[in-house]
Protein backbone atom coordinates (compact mmCIF):
# COMPACT_ATOMS: atom_id res chain seq x y z
CA UNK A 1 0.00 0.00 0.00
CA UNK A 2 1.30 3.57 -1.04
CA UNK A 3 1.15 6.70 0.95
CA UNK A 4 -1.72 8.78 0.85
CA UNK A 5 -0.25 12.29 0.03
CA UNK A 6 -1.72 15.20 1.91
CA UNK A 7 -4.01 17.26 -0.24
CA UNK A 8 -3.72 21.22 0.11
CA UNK A 9 -6.53 23.03 0.94
CA UNK A 10 -5.81 25.91 -1.90
CA UNK A 11 -4.30 25.49 -4.77
CA UNK A 12 -4.68 28.35 -6.00
CA UNK A 13 -1.62 31.28 -6.18
CA UNK A 14 -1.96 34.14 -3.48
CA UNK A 15 -0.69 36.60 -5.88
CA UNK A 16 -2.17 35.84 -9.05
CA UNK A 17 -0.60 36.89 -12.59
CA UNK A 18 -2.25 37.13 -15.68
CA UNK A 19 -1.44 34.50 -18.02
CA UNK A 20 1.42 35.67 -19.54
CA UNK A 21 0.03 34.69 -23.55
CA UNK A 22 -2.62 36.82 -24.73
CA UNK A 23 -3.34 37.21 -28.75
CA UNK A 24 -5.49 39.90 -29.94
CA UNK A 25 -8.89 38.63 -31.52
CA UNK A 26 -8.42 39.89 -34.71
CA UNK A 27 -5.67 36.88 -35.29
CA UNK A 28 -8.53 34.52 -35.17
CA UNK A 29 -11.15 34.03 -38.24
CA UNK A 30 -14.40 32.18 -36.69
CA UNK A 31 -15.61 29.26 -38.48
CA UNK A 32 -18.65 28.29 -36.70
CA UNK A 33 -20.14 28.18 -33.57
CA UNK A 34 -19.87 24.30 -32.33
CA UNK A 35 -22.37 24.46 -28.88
CA UNK A 36 -22.59 26.60 -25.71
CA UNK A 37 -22.23 25.86 -22.48
CA UNK A 38 -23.49 27.26 -19.32
CA UNK A 39 -20.96 30.17 -19.65
CA UNK A 40 -21.21 31.08 -22.94
CA UNK A 41 -20.89 29.89 -26.43
CA UNK A 42 -18.09 27.86 -28.17
CA UNK A 43 -16.67 28.85 -31.66
CA UNK A 44 -14.32 27.02 -33.96
CA UNK A 45 -12.13 29.52 -35.16
CA UNK A 46 -8.62 29.76 -37.05
CA UNK A 47 -5.79 31.01 -35.51
CA UNK A 48 -4.89 33.33 -38.90
CA UNK A 49 -0.95 33.49 -38.42
CA UNK A 50 -0.48 29.86 -38.06
CA UNK A 51 -3.77 28.18 -40.06
CA UNK A 52 -3.96 26.13 -36.64
CA UNK A 53 -7.71 25.69 -36.08
CA UNK A 54 -8.95 26.19 -32.33
CA UNK A 55 -11.53 26.28 -30.29
CA UNK A 56 -13.02 29.88 -28.76
CA UNK A 57 -14.51 29.83 -25.37
CA UNK A 58 -16.48 33.22 -24.76
CA UNK A 59 -17.21 34.13 -21.13
CA UNK A 60 -19.04 36.92 -19.93
CA UNK A 61 -17.30 38.25 -17.07
CA UNK A 62 -19.89 41.66 -16.45
CA UNK A 63 -21.72 40.54 -13.67
CA UNK A 64 -18.51 39.25 -11.84
CA UNK A 65 -17.09 40.93 -8.87
CA UNK A 66 -13.44 42.11 -9.40
CA UNK A 67 -12.27 39.07 -6.70
CA UNK A 68 -14.45 36.51 -9.49
CA UNK A 69 -12.46 38.19 -12.31
CA UNK A 70 -9.12 38.05 -10.36
CA UNK A 71 -9.62 33.93 -9.52
CA UNK A 72 -10.76 33.51 -12.91
CA UNK A 73 -7.36 35.08 -13.97
CA UNK A 74 -5.97 33.37 -11.85
CA UNK A 75 -7.47 30.06 -12.96
CA UNK A 76 -6.16 30.99 -16.73
CA UNK A 77 -2.58 30.94 -15.31
CA UNK A 78 -3.43 27.74 -14.16
CA UNK A 79 -4.52 26.37 -17.32
CA UNK A 80 -2.18 27.87 -19.29
CA UNK A 81 0.88 25.95 -17.39
CA UNK A 82 -1.20 22.95 -17.48
CA UNK A 83 0.65 20.96 -20.55
CA UNK A 84 -0.17 17.31 -21.09
CA UNK A 85 -1.30 15.74 -24.01
CA UNK A 86 -4.25 14.09 -22.14
CA UNK A 87 -5.29 17.91 -21.23
CA UNK A 88 -6.97 20.38 -23.77
CA UNK A 89 -4.62 22.41 -24.71
CA UNK A 90 -5.18 26.30 -23.02
CA UNK A 91 -3.21 28.58 -26.13
CA UNK A 92 -4.17 32.31 -25.18
CA UNK A 93 -6.60 34.48 -23.83
CA UNK A 94 -8.24 38.02 -25.03
CA UNK A 95 -10.95 40.02 -23.46
CA UNK A 96 -13.37 42.49 -24.93
CA UNK A 97 -13.68 45.10 -22.47
CA UNK A 98 -17.14 46.79 -24.36
CA UNK A 99 -18.78 43.54 -24.62
CA UNK A 100 -17.31 42.59 -21.28
CA UNK A 101 -16.32 39.02 -22.47
CA UNK A 102 -13.30 37.05 -21.81
CA UNK A 103 -12.08 34.66 -24.75
CA UNK A 104 -10.18 31.45 -23.90
CA UNK A 105 -8.14 30.27 -26.98
CA UNK A 106 -8.00 25.87 -26.88
CA UNK A 107 -7.26 23.08 -28.68
CA UNK A 108 -9.52 21.92 -30.78
CA UNK A 109 -10.63 18.54 -30.30
CA UNK A 110 -12.06 17.05 -33.22
CA UNK A 111 -13.96 13.98 -32.12
CA UNK A 112 -16.33 15.76 -29.93
CA UNK A 113 -16.93 14.74 -25.89
CA UNK A 114 -17.47 11.45 -24.17
CA UNK A 115 -20.94 11.89 -24.12
CA UNK A 116 -21.43 11.58 -27.61
CA UNK A 117 -19.22 8.70 -27.61
CA UNK A 118 -21.58 7.47 -24.83
CA UNK A 119 -24.75 8.57 -26.36
CA UNK A 120 -23.28 6.55 -30.55
CA UNK A 121 -22.89 3.23 -28.51
CA UNK A 122 -26.73 3.54 -26.55
CA UNK A 123 -28.44 4.07 -29.98
CA UNK A 124 -26.45 1.07 -31.76
CA UNK A 125 -27.37 -0.81 -28.87
CA UNK A 126 -23.51 -2.14 -28.47
CA UNK A 127 -21.14 -2.06 -25.71
CA UNK A 128 -18.02 0.07 -26.06
CA UNK A 129 -15.34 -2.55 -25.96
CA UNK A 130 -13.42 -3.43 -23.05
CA UNK A 131 -9.92 -2.35 -24.58
CA UNK A 132 -10.90 1.54 -25.62
CA UNK A 133 -12.38 1.66 -22.16
CA UNK A 134 -9.33 0.90 -20.35
CA UNK A 135 -7.84 3.01 -22.69
CA UNK A 136 -9.57 5.53 -21.81
CA UNK A 137 -9.30 5.05 -18.18
CA UNK A 138 -5.74 5.48 -18.38
CA UNK A 139 -5.00 8.55 -20.48
CA UNK A 140 -7.75 10.28 -18.06
CA UNK A 141 -5.48 8.88 -15.02
CA UNK A 142 -2.15 9.90 -16.79
CA UNK A 143 -3.71 13.44 -17.30
CA UNK A 144 -4.89 13.51 -13.25
CA UNK A 145 -1.61 12.35 -12.13
CA UNK A 146 -0.49 15.61 -13.80
CA UNK A 147 -2.95 17.58 -12.41
CA UNK A 148 -3.05 16.12 -8.88
CA UNK A 149 0.96 15.69 -8.46
CA UNK A 150 1.77 18.68 -10.86
CA UNK A 151 4.37 15.83 -12.91
CA UNK A 152 4.07 13.99 -15.88
CA UNK A 153 4.46 10.30 -15.71
CA UNK A 154 7.42 8.87 -17.67
CA UNK A 155 6.73 6.09 -19.93
CA UNK A 156 6.98 2.45 -18.98
CA UNK A 157 10.16 0.33 -19.91
CA UNK A 158 7.93 -2.64 -18.81
CA UNK A 159 5.04 -3.80 -17.39
CA UNK A 160 6.54 -4.08 -14.14
CA UNK A 161 8.61 -0.96 -13.73
CA UNK A 162 8.82 0.26 -10.15
CA UNK A 163 7.20 3.85 -10.18
CA UNK A 164 8.60 6.27 -7.72
CA UNK A 165 6.23 7.94 -5.58
CA UNK A 166 5.35 11.37 -6.28
CA UNK A 167 6.41 13.93 -3.87
CA UNK A 168 3.98 16.14 -2.94
CA UNK A 169 2.87 18.74 -5.46
CA UNK A 170 3.38 22.65 -5.15
CA UNK A 171 0.74 23.50 -7.81
CA UNK A 172 -2.31 20.63 -7.45
CA UNK A 173 -5.23 21.00 -9.76
CA UNK A 174 -8.67 19.41 -8.89
CA UNK A 175 -10.85 19.12 -11.75
CA UNK A 176 -14.07 19.22 -9.69
CA UNK A 177 -16.15 18.34 -12.79
CA UNK A 178 -15.43 15.68 -14.48
CA UNK A 179 -18.09 14.39 -16.67
CA UNK A 180 -18.63 12.90 -20.19
CA UNK A 181 -19.29 16.06 -21.48
CA UNK A 182 -15.78 17.54 -20.26
CA UNK A 183 -13.58 14.60 -21.40
CA UNK A 184 -12.80 15.39 -25.34
CA UNK A 185 -12.05 13.21 -27.96
CA UNK A 186 -9.19 13.59 -30.96
CA UNK A 187 -7.71 11.48 -33.27
CA UNK A 188 -3.67 11.20 -33.23
CA UNK A 189 -3.36 13.63 -35.72
CA UNK A 190 -6.10 16.07 -34.45
CA UNK A 191 -7.46 16.38 -38.13
CA UNK A 192 -10.84 17.35 -38.54
CA UNK A 193 -11.47 14.68 -40.97
CA UNK A 194 -14.58 13.49 -42.28
CA UNK A 195 -15.71 13.92 -38.75
CA UNK A 196 -18.14 17.05 -38.82
CA UNK A 197 -21.33 14.75 -37.91
CA UNK A 198 -19.16 12.16 -36.17
CA UNK A 199 -19.43 9.65 -38.96
CA UNK A 200 -16.10 8.46 -38.03
CA UNK A 201 -17.29 5.80 -35.36
CA UNK A 202 -13.73 4.00 -34.46
CA UNK A 203 -13.24 4.79 -31.74
CA UNK A 204 -10.45 2.17 -31.22
CA UNK A 205 -7.59 4.55 -30.83
CA UNK A 206 -9.24 7.84 -29.83
CA UNK A 207 -6.60 10.32 -28.03
CA UNK A 208 -8.45 11.76 -24.57
CA UNK A 209 -8.15 15.03 -23.49
CA UNK A 210 -9.44 16.47 -20.15
CA UNK A 211 -10.68 19.44 -20.50
CA UNK A 212 -13.18 22.57 -18.91
CA UNK A 213 -11.02 23.08 -15.80
CA UNK A 214 -11.77 24.56 -12.88
CA UNK A 215 -13.96 27.51 -14.79
CA UNK A 216 -16.69 25.72 -13.01
CA UNK A 217 -15.56 26.63 -9.68
CA UNK A 218 -14.56 30.16 -10.15
CA UNK A 219 -17.71 31.01 -11.58
CA UNK A 220 -19.30 28.96 -9.45
CA UNK A 221 -20.01 31.63 -6.81
CA UNK A 222 -21.25 34.09 -9.11
CA UNK A 223 -23.79 32.17 -11.13
CA UNK A 224 -24.62 29.85 -7.57
CA UNK A 225 -24.53 26.19 -7.60
CA UNK A 226 -27.74 25.52 -9.46
CA UNK A 227 -26.88 26.97 -12.33
CA UNK A 228 -23.97 25.42 -12.63
CA UNK A 229 -25.46 22.18 -12.08
CA UNK A 230 -28.71 22.49 -14.24
CA UNK A 231 -28.57 18.91 -15.12
CA UNK A 232 -28.09 16.44 -12.36
CA UNK A 233 -25.06 16.17 -10.49
CA UNK A 234 -24.52 12.47 -11.13
CA UNK A 235 -20.80 12.11 -11.24
CA UNK A 236 -20.46 14.47 -7.40
CA UNK A 237 -19.18 13.30 -4.52
CA UNK A 238 -20.69 12.05 -1.19
CA UNK A 239 -17.78 14.74 0.51
CA UNK A 240 -19.45 17.46 -1.86
CA UNK A 241 -22.79 16.79 -1.58
CA UNK A 242 -21.70 17.23 2.05
CA UNK A 243 -19.72 20.08 1.34
CA UNK A 244 -16.84 19.04 2.85
CA UNK A 245 -14.02 20.28 0.39
CA UNK A 246 -12.96 19.12 -3.02
CA UNK A 247 -10.16 16.63 -2.72
CA UNK A 248 -7.85 15.13 -5.84
CA UNK A 249 -10.05 11.77 -4.42
CA UNK A 250 -13.45 13.83 -5.13
CA UNK A 251 -12.13 13.36 -8.68
CA UNK A 252 -11.96 9.91 -8.71
CA UNK A 253 -15.23 9.36 -7.65
CA UNK A 254 -16.02 11.24 -10.79
CA UNK A 255 -13.86 8.85 -12.82
CA UNK A 256 -14.66 5.62 -11.62
CA UNK A 257 -18.89 6.84 -11.86
CA UNK A 258 -17.77 7.98 -16.23
CA UNK A 259 -16.11 4.61 -16.59
CA UNK A 260 -19.49 3.27 -15.18
CA UNK A 261 -21.39 5.40 -17.88
CA UNK A 262 -19.24 3.73 -20.15
CA UNK A 263 -19.94 0.08 -19.66
CA UNK A 264 -23.79 0.37 -18.63
CA UNK A 265 -24.35 3.40 -20.88
CA UNK A 266 -25.93 5.62 -17.53
CA UNK A 267 -24.31 6.87 -14.81
CA UNK A 268 -24.19 4.33 -11.67
CA UNK A 269 -26.67 6.78 -9.66
CA UNK A 270 -29.98 7.68 -11.21
CA UNK A 271 -33.28 9.58 -9.12
CA UNK A 272 -36.70 11.44 -10.70
CA UNK A 273 -35.46 14.19 -7.56
CA UNK A 274 -32.58 15.47 -6.37
CA UNK A 275 -33.01 14.47 -2.72
CA UNK A 276 -33.46 11.19 -3.70
CA UNK A 277 -30.13 11.30 -5.70
CA UNK A 278 -28.41 12.91 -2.98
CA UNK A 279 -29.39 10.11 -1.05
CA UNK A 280 -28.38 7.16 -3.12
CA UNK A 281 -25.08 9.18 -3.90
CA UNK A 282 -23.98 9.09 0.24
CA UNK A 283 -25.62 4.83 0.83
CA UNK A 284 -22.70 4.98 -2.10
CA UNK A 285 -24.57 1.36 -3.59
CA UNK A 286 -25.00 0.80 -7.22
CA UNK A 287 -24.96 -2.21 -9.28
CA UNK A 288 -22.15 -4.18 -10.96
CA UNK A 289 -21.25 -3.40 -14.49
CA UNK A 290 -22.73 -5.10 -17.62
CA UNK A 291 -21.48 -9.18 -17.49
CA UNK A 292 -19.76 -8.43 -20.61
CA UNK A 293 -17.33 -6.83 -18.89
CA UNK A 294 -14.18 -8.51 -16.87
CA UNK A 295 -14.33 -8.79 -12.86
CA UNK A 296 -11.54 -6.53 -13.01
CA UNK A 297 -12.97 -3.79 -14.68
CA UNK A 298 -15.95 -4.18 -12.27
CA UNK A 299 -13.41 -4.21 -9.37
CA UNK A 300 -11.73 -1.11 -10.67
CA UNK A 301 -15.14 0.88 -10.89
CA UNK A 302 -16.29 0.20 -7.26
CA UNK A 303 -13.06 0.79 -5.86
CA UNK A 304 -13.13 4.05 -7.36
CA UNK A 305 -16.92 4.94 -6.48
CA UNK A 306 -16.35 4.43 -2.83
CA UNK A 307 -18.25 6.55 0.05
CA UNK A 308 -14.96 5.75 2.09
CA UNK A 309 -12.29 8.55 1.75
CA UNK A 310 -9.81 5.92 3.60
CA UNK A 311 -10.05 2.90 1.22
CA UNK A 312 -11.05 5.11 -2.10
CA UNK A 313 -7.27 4.52 -3.91
CA UNK A 314 -5.16 7.80 -5.42
CA UNK A 315 -4.24 8.61 -9.09
CA UNK A 316 -0.94 6.84 -8.13
CA UNK A 317 -2.53 3.91 -6.53
CA UNK A 318 -4.36 3.46 -9.35
CA UNK A 319 -1.95 3.76 -11.79
CA UNK A 320 0.31 0.84 -9.71
CA UNK A 321 -2.79 -1.81 -10.95
CA UNK A 322 -1.77 -4.12 -13.55
CA UNK A 323 -4.63 -3.88 -15.91
CA UNK A 324 -3.79 0.28 -16.08
CA UNK A 325 -0.25 -0.93 -16.61
CA UNK A 326 -1.02 -3.42 -19.76
CA UNK A 327 -3.46 -0.34 -21.58
CA UNK A 328 -0.57 2.22 -21.11
CA UNK A 329 1.98 -0.14 -22.45
CA UNK A 330 -0.42 -1.21 -25.30
CA UNK A 331 -1.11 2.93 -26.23
CA UNK A 332 2.82 3.17 -25.93
CA UNK A 333 3.37 0.35 -28.26
CA UNK A 334 0.23 1.62 -29.94
CA UNK A 335 1.90 4.60 -30.70
CA UNK A 336 5.54 2.90 -31.65
CA UNK A 337 3.94 0.88 -34.61
CA UNK A 338 2.11 4.31 -36.27
CA UNK A 339 5.06 6.06 -35.88
CA UNK A 340 7.16 3.09 -37.54
CA UNK A 341 3.87 3.12 -40.33
CA UNK A 342 4.93 6.95 -40.60
CA UNK A 343 8.39 6.41 -41.27
CA UNK A 344 7.94 3.61 -43.51
CA UNK A 345 5.50 5.97 -45.68
CA UNK A 346 8.36 8.45 -45.65
CA UNK A 347 10.44 5.85 -47.12
CA UNK A 348 8.45 4.64 -49.39
CA UNK A 349 7.94 8.36 -50.52
CA UNK A 350 11.82 8.89 -50.90
CA UNK A 351 11.79 5.85 -53.02
CA UNK A 352 9.48 7.23 -55.61
CA UNK A 353 11.01 10.82 -55.78
CA UNK A 354 14.56 8.46 -55.98
CA UNK A 355 13.16 6.94 -58.64
CA UNK A 356 12.11 10.09 -60.70
CA UNK A 357 15.21 11.28 -60.43
CA UNK A 358 16.83 8.66 -62.03
CA UNK A 359 14.43 8.31 -64.61
CA UNK A 360 15.06 12.00 -65.41
CA UNK A 361 18.51 11.11 -65.23
CA UNK A 362 18.32 8.29 -67.45
CA UNK A 363 16.22 10.65 -70.34
CA UNK A 364 18.68 13.64 -69.98
CA UNK A 365 21.46 10.84 -70.84
CA UNK A 366 20.43 9.53 -73.59
CA UNK A 367 19.34 13.32 -75.07
CA UNK A 368 22.95 13.95 -74.83
CA UNK A 369 24.16 10.96 -76.68
CA UNK A 370 21.77 10.62 -79.24
CA UNK A 371 23.28 14.57 -79.95
CA UNK A 372 26.98 13.37 -79.53
CA UNK A 373 26.19 10.54 -81.73
CA UNK A 374 24.39 12.62 -84.12
CA UNK A 375 27.27 15.35 -84.02
CA UNK A 376 30.25 12.27 -84.55
CA UNK A 377 28.64 11.21 -87.52
CA UNK A 378 27.98 14.71 -89.28
CA UNK A 379 31.67 14.83 -88.71
CA UNK A 380 32.64 11.75 -90.13
CA UNK A 381 30.49 12.72 -92.99
CA UNK A 382 32.06 15.92 -93.45
CA UNK A 383 35.36 14.15 -93.49
CA UNK A 384 34.61 11.63 -96.31
CA UNK A 385 33.14 14.38 -98.22
CA UNK A 386 36.22 15.95 -98.22
CA UNK A 387 34.82 19.04 -96.42
CA UNK A 388 36.64 21.63 -94.73
CA UNK A 389 37.08 20.16 -91.26
CA UNK A 390 36.00 22.89 -89.03
CA UNK A 391 36.11 23.40 -85.18
CA UNK A 392 34.93 20.79 -82.69
CA UNK A 393 30.85 21.21 -82.71
CA UNK A 394 29.83 22.18 -79.15
CA UNK A 395 27.63 19.33 -78.75
CA UNK A 396 30.38 17.28 -78.85
CA UNK A 397 32.24 18.92 -76.06
CA UNK A 398 29.25 19.34 -73.99
CA UNK A 399 29.13 15.23 -73.46
CA UNK A 400 32.60 15.81 -72.09
CA UNK A 401 31.84 18.32 -70.15
CA UNK A 402 27.99 18.47 -69.29
CA UNK A 403 27.76 17.70 -65.46
CA UNK A 404 24.48 15.99 -65.04
CA UNK A 405 22.64 16.58 -61.80
CA UNK A 406 22.70 13.40 -59.90
CA UNK A 407 20.55 11.63 -58.04
CA UNK A 408 21.16 12.14 -54.14
CA UNK A 409 20.84 8.31 -53.97
CA UNK A 410 21.57 4.79 -55.57
CA UNK A 411 22.69 6.63 -58.59
CA UNK A 412 26.17 4.60 -58.84
CA UNK A 413 24.78 1.29 -58.17
CA UNK A 414 22.04 1.59 -60.58
CA UNK A 415 23.54 3.78 -63.34
CA UNK A 416 27.24 3.08 -62.86
N1 LIG B 1 -11.94 21.90 -26.98
C1 LIG B 1 -13.06 21.55 -27.62
N2 LIG B 1 -12.99 20.92 -28.82
C2 LIG B 1 -14.12 20.56 -29.46
N3 LIG B 1 -15.36 20.78 -29.01
C3 LIG B 1 -15.50 21.41 -27.83
C4 LIG B 1 -14.36 21.84 -27.06
N4 LIG B 1 -14.79 22.44 -25.93
C5 LIG B 1 -16.15 22.40 -25.98
N5 LIG B 1 -16.58 21.79 -27.10
C6 LIG B 1 -17.97 21.55 -27.49
O1 LIG B 1 -18.71 22.75 -27.30
C7 LIG B 1 -19.97 22.47 -26.71
C8 LIG B 1 -20.15 23.31 -25.44
O2 LIG B 1 -19.14 22.94 -24.53
P1 LIG B 1 -18.99 23.44 -23.04
O3 LIG B 1 -17.96 22.59 -22.41
O4 LIG B 1 -18.80 24.89 -22.99
O5 LIG B 1 -20.41 23.21 -22.44
P2 LIG B 1 -21.11 21.92 -21.89
O6 LIG B 1 -20.09 20.87 -21.55
O7 LIG B 1 -22.16 21.52 -22.89
O8 LIG B 1 -21.79 22.47 -20.59
P3 LIG B 1 -21.08 22.99 -19.26
O9 LIG B 1 -20.76 24.42 -19.52
O10 LIG B 1 -22.14 22.81 -18.25
O11 LIG B 1 -19.86 22.16 -19.00
C9 LIG B 1 -20.04 20.98 -26.48
O12 LIG B 1 -20.75 20.37 -27.55
C10 LIG B 1 -18.61 20.54 -26.53
O13 LIG B 1 -18.46 19.19 -27.03
Redesign the pocket.
Known amino acids: MYNRHPIPNEYYPTQPSAPTVTQPANQFQVVEE ?7 A ?1 H ?1 VIHIPTKKVM ?1 R ?1 DIKYGHMNSKERQQLIAECTILSQLKHENI ?1 EFYSWDFNEQKEVLYLY ?5 R ?2 L ?2 MIKHYKQEHKYIPEKVIWGILAQLLMALYKCHYGDDLLPLTTMYDRMKPPVRGKNVVIHR ?1 L ?1 P ?2 I ?1 L ?1 NEDNEDKDNKNHRNMDYSQVVV ?1 L ?2 FG ?2 KSLEASIQFAT ?4 TPYYMSPEVLMDHPYSPLSDIWSLGCVIFEMCSLHPPFQAKTYLELQKKIKAGKFEKIPEYYSDGLNLMVHSMVDVDLETRPSTFELLQDIQIRTARKSLQLERFERNLLDYENELVNIEKILERQAMEYEREYSQLKEQFVRAVEDRVSEVVNGKKIGKVPESIHGYYNKRLPRPAYHWQTRYR
Open positions: IGRGSFGVKVKVMEYCSGDSQDKGNFSKGDLATYVG
